[in-house]
Structure formats: structure tokens, C-alpha cells
């Protein structure tokens, strides 16, 4: 069993940054991020191999979020810049065993999750 524990989120004015770390018990090959708005299913926005380092980003992201992690503190991060309106959610930490040998942005192949931390933007 992984526990994770998100942190860092609150609100913040159109074009800030903000950082959200998740403390997780153990690590698993793949850890991500995932955000959900109201009303909606949780969307996968990036995912890193931690074996690899290789990343994945959704095409909503690119280029303005950056994911990593820190394997002594046991800690994954999502660095947020040029953070926008539409960018208000609940960001949710996950850890996954791999499928297919990758990592995934698919809600159903993630194995973990945080309780969610919020995410408010304004313009």
C-alpha cells in the first residue's frame, strides 16, 4: 500500500506559479499528477518513469508545468507556471504500477491516489 499526501495548493492570480509536492510512502515506477473539475472525470495532466525519468505531459500543460521528484525526501512536485483561469481544479498525486512496461494519463491504470489538494486561479 503507497500513501500519498498532497500539499501546496490555494489560490493565486492569473500567470502566477505555484508548487504542489505529494509525500508518498513508497515509490512505484510510475507517479503523476492528475486534476479534476467540477463536474468532470479526473484528467491525467503529467507522469514521470521514475525508473527512466521520462515524462509525459498532457497537451493542456506542456510547457508550463514541470514535474519531478526528490527520492530522499520521498517527494514528488508539480511546478506550476503561467498558471490561467481554466487551471482551477483538485490536483491529485497518484503512483502506478506500469502497464505495458509505460506510464499512463489514463485515471484507471493509476493504483494510488492522494486525497486532492485545491487549485484556484483568478483573473
Sequence with gaps: ????????????????????????????????????FPGSEREGITAINTDSGST???????????????????????QMDSLKPEDTAIYYCTAAYPYGRRCHLRSDLQDYWGQGTQVSVSS
Design 1 to 36: 500500500q503507497v500513501h500519498l499526501v498532497e500539499s501546496g495548493g490555494g489560490s493565486v492570480q492569473a500567470g502566477g506559479s505555484l508548487r504542489l509536492s505529494c509525500a508518498y510512502s513508497d515509490e512505484t515506477s510510475c507517479m503523476g499528477w492528475f486534476r479534476q
Design 56 to 78: 509525459l505531459y498532457a497537451d493542456s500543460v506542456r510547457g508550463r508545468f514541470t514535474i519531478s521528484r526528490d527520492n530522499a525526501k520521498k517527494t514528488l512536485y508539480l
